[in-house]
């Protein structure tokens, strides 16, 4: 059973960049036709979909956030990462990892979420 | 993007109860659709995609209909561990989008 975790500061100041990593256990990040990505949640917004990453390399953002976003994966450790950069107190929120089945599709498999702050 | 909107935001109901949770599409999804149950803390399960088809595992009293821009969720008998936040997400387009959210209560 594929198990996906967060890690990475709770508390980001405005302006800085907001950087997660999520670690997969139980399964191979390089799988072929595999996808991984980042959900957010917050009171204003709900559940958000804000990137996603392919085996192969290949992102999909949403566009709402595509010039501060950057999903990576470092298959090394089987993980990936996200970076938010020019955080504001908008980007408040719990940040979830994910496996989907598709790139902005259904989310079988998730983190367990990790709040992250963005406060002075 | 597709907007989702659930009604009803939120729904009192007892152990045993029929429940639905309706989740209105701003264009049509086809069958490409899918629900959720959250609890406080948790991150989201998933229950049913392509509108109906059930996830393993999960019970038989859950069941979801619709296409086009209207979907149901229906709890046939309301258990007490299905009082959580249910939410709908559309993957018909390039971006998923969910909706706003149903919190089932006790009554």
């Known amino acids: 059973q594929l198990q996906l975790q967060e890690s990475g500061p709770g508390l980001v100041k405005p302006s800085e960049t907001l950087s997660l990593t999520c670690t997969v256990s139980?399964?191979?990040?390089?799988?072929?036709?595999?996808?991984w990505g980042w959900i957010r949640q917050s009171p204003g917004k709900g559940l958000e979909w804000i990137g996603s990453?392919?085996?192969?390399?290949?992102?999909y953002y949403n566009p709402s956030l595509k010039s501060r976003v950057t999903v990576s994966v470092d298959r090394s450790k089987n993980q990936f990462s996200l970076k938010l950069s020019s955080v504001t107190a908008a980007d408040t929120a719990v940040y979830y990892c994910?496996?989907?089945?598709?790139?902005?599709?259904?989310?079988?498999?998730w983190g367990q979420g990790t709040m992250v702050t963005v406060s002075s | 993007d597709i907007q989702m909107t659930q009604s009803p935001s939120t729904l009192s109901a007892s152990v045993g109860d029929r429940v639905t949770i309706t989740c209105r599409a701003s264009?049509?999804?086809?069958?490409?659709l899918a629900w959720y149950q959250q609890k406080p803390g948790k991150a989201p399960k998933l229950l049913i995609h392509?509108?109906?088809s059930l996830e393993s595992g999960v019970p038989s009293r859950f069941s979801g209909s619709g296409s086009g821009t209207e979907f149901t969720l229906t709890i046939s008998s309301l258990q007490p561990d299905d009082f959580a936040t249910y939410y709908c997400?559309?993957?018909?387009?390039?971006?998923?989008?969910f909706g706003q959210g149903t919190k089932v209560e006790i009554k």
């Open positions: 994910a496996s989907p089945r598709a790139i902005f599709g259904v989310v079988p498999f």
């Open positions: 139980g399964g191979s990040i390089s799988s072929s036709s595999s996808y």
């Open positions: 990453i392919y085996y192969s390399g290949s992102t």
């Open positions: 264009q049509s999804t086809s069958s490409w």
């Open positions: 392509k509108a109906s």
């Open positions: 997400q559309q993957y018909n387009s390039l971006l998923g989008t």
